[in-house]
């Protein structure tokens, strides 16, 4: 009798077996394009922030030149004009540019989309499997 169940226990167990080692595998990949989907983001903000700033700084030395340059040229004439227009078109320009960061705050795709999606996937396998 104890031949009979044997079989059964060994079967039972390496069954058990496979699955928990299934287990293990599914977490370990969907932990591994977690941690891909992590670098990547770090890497891209790190990357706009550099790039942000230095464009920046090119930005602000050539219009603060520019602006000298232009109050220096019509400090006879139209002083109060050209300050007062370039102070508009600066405030016109600051407030277009600060929509157009909160847009692209609003719309830039979620973190961790492709770790979601892999994990629905797998929710939707095992799920028709029963």
Not at 39 to 45: H, I, N, S
């Amino acid at each position: 009798m104890s031949r009979d169940t044997q079989p059964e226990t060994q079967g039972l167990l390496a069954s058990l077996t496979a699955f928990a080692t299934t287990l293990l595998a599914i977490a370990h990949t969907r932990l591994d394009l977690l941690s891909n989907d992590l670098d990547e983001e770090r890497e891209q903000v790190f990357t706009q922030m550099v790039l942000t700033l230095v464009a920046l700084f090119c930005f602000g030395v050539g219009v603060v030149l520019a602006l000298i340059l232009l109050v220096v040229t019509f400090w006879d004439t139209h002083r109060l004009l050209v300050l007062g227009g370039l102070s508009g078109c600066f405030v016109t320009l600051g407030v277009l540019v600060w929509a157009f960061a909160l847009h692209k705050a609003k719309t830039r795709p979620r973190l961790f989309a492709a770790s979601l999606s892999e994990l629905s996937k797998d929710r939707q396998q095992v799920s028709s499997r029963r």
